[in-house]
T-cell receptor, first 113, second 114 residues
């Protein structure tokens, strides 16, 4: 079973706020983890990969908890331009190697002035 | 400029007609993918190709067909057998098919079947 679950939101937050999204995945043999960003009526774009030790890119921090099978994305000092849908993405291990990317349905964020 | 192009951006077809969506990339990527996205839904994999002249079914392949005769091109045909074809179709490519490779997406084609 290959499932990626996210809270759909929307998360409505004021500028400057800190917001966190969680994502759970169904298979403990999951291999790779990513956060993609999708603006309204546009294509998804890679925001960041998620590494076992956690990683940070400017205002964005991603964490992985393999024991509990979830990943998180923390956005600090939210900007209006952060408004988008954030997609949690996982690959799973299959008999033929890694599966293609499996996408969650996304969490919608609206940052309000 | 390197990238992925999809055409057209909007497409309207009558029910019962087959339609082919174009996807071209000049990134020299081996792997290419087709996804479908419905409102409020995540991306669902239709077909993918790891190399020229080879492709595999994704989770929702019924009613669709693909070909991969050239590395740069991966067209998707939506056949009349697809029961609910109206959706946003996204093509993507990656250097290899390994799960750690970033996928780059085209701008998508919005298909509406009347």
């Amino acid at each position: 079973r290959k499932e990626v679950e996210q809270d759909p939101g929307p998360f409505n937050v004021p500028e400057g706020a800190t917001v966190a999204f969680n994502c759970t995945y169904s298979n403990s043999a999951s291999q790779s983890f990513f956060w993609y960003r999708q603006d309204c009526r546009k294509e998804p774009k890679l925001l960041m990969s998620v590494y076992s030790s956690g990683n940070e890119d400017g205002r964005f921090t991603a964490q992985l908890n393999r024991a509990s099978q979830y990943i998180s994305l923390l956005i600090r000092d939210s900007k209006l331009s952060d408004s988008a849908t954030y997609l949690c993405v996982v690959t799973f291990l299959s008999n033929s190697g890694n599966t293609p990317l499996v996408f969650g349905k996304g969490t919608r964020l609206s940052v309000i002035a | 400029d390197g990238g992925i192009t999809q055409s057209p951006k909007y497409l309207f077809r009558k029910e019962g007609q087959n339609v082919t969506l174009s996807c071209e990339q000049n990134l020299n990527h081996d792997a290419m993918y087709w996804y479908r996205q419905d409102p409020g839904q995540g991306l669902r994999l239709i077909y993918y190709s790891q190399i020229v002249n080879d492709f595999q079914k994704g989770d929702i392949a019924e009613g669709y067909s693909v070909s991969r005769e050239k590395k740069e091109s991966f067209p998707l045909t939506v056949t009349s057998a697809q029961k609910n074809p109206t959706a946003f179709y996204l093509c993507a490519s990656s250097i290899g098919s390994g799960g750690h490779n970033e996928q780059f997406f085209g701008p998508g084609t919005r298909l509406t079947v009347l």
